[in-house]
């Protein structure tokens, strides 16, 4: 099992505290954090307003079963709701990214009456079993079978592949707008409209999981914006409360109305939508979408300039980056780590992936793209 606290098995890292960009163990050394733990800390570590919010909270109400309508509640839904693409207004709220992933599969099955799903090649969906059936390493999946069923695998970007295989069966094709787990693999140019133009002729649900691409991170609110096409479904998590557990599935009325009944416990609870709001909030007054824009586009731009004959790729899109290297991406990590002071994070074997707080200025990113030159 991971998470016993050992971020490297040859020197472990033991996080005391943080402060934006930064996080700090018990002796008061500095890293400056370029994964914000896998895109969970779009505001930065600890952000005022954040804290705030959730510390007023928690004097406030700290739980109360869903049935009961809070405000707390629907200014999240409201805010989710304003920030989504098109007509999509309707929000199911839960506690993590393969939980909203669930949600999605479970609507999009009820909604249409059919259960196949088609998902892409090197995908990554969550862990919880209908999730996990469709995330394509099988290293994740091999112990834990039979997963839920129904799920066909197509090459991702492979727009003649995807129209094949969505037919009358299909209720839905779930697919990230950019890989991040799988390497960093944006959809190529087209793809995309491709995804929304089959699944409507067929009357399946287009799902689009931007856990990962979400909120800001790849210049645009939601990457599908830059895609210029409404999903039926869009799943979000990771950064959505600053750090709080959360998922959101959002969706159009059509998969609404025939959603079926689910339901979770903890769903919307006050202090995680308190954290949510504030995360939007920020998200929007601070305009962390365009910095994210500018800031990624110039650390792409530097380090394609910068580094050496190992570097096969640099690829992304805003605060999403990843660079292909020829040999393994994990041996670099210890030391950006514990010689320069830098944490990121890996995405498969060969690709070195940074996901910082959108809150990152130029400084920053010059650390990083010096960092960088000098490791590869
Ligand atoms: C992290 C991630 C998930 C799973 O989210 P959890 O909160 O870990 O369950 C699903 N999809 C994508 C694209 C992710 O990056």
Redesign the pocket.
Known sequence: MTGNGFVFSEKPIRIDSGSGPYLYDADGTEYLDFGAS??VTPTGHCHPAVVDAVQQQTEQLLYVQGSYPLDVRDELHSALAASAPGDIRNVWLCN??????EAAIKFARSATGRSKVVATKR??????LG?LAA?WKQKYKEAFEPLAGGVEFVPYGDATALDAAVDEQTAAVLL?PI???GGINPAPEGYLQAARETTADNGAALVL?????GLGRTGTMWATEQADIVPDIL?T??GLASGL?I?ATLCRDWIAEDAGNHGSTFSGGPVVCAAATATLDVIEDEQLTDHAADIGASIVEELQTAVGADVRDIRGQGLMIGVEVKRGANRLLPTLALEHGILALPAGRSVLRLLPPLIVDHDHADRVVNALTEVL
Request: charged share 25%.
């Open positions: 896998y895109a993590s990214g393969t939980e909203a992933n995908g990554f969906h969550g862990r919880t999730a995330t990230e890989q991040g787990e999981d931007e856990i990962q691409t799943t998590a990771k557990p998922g």
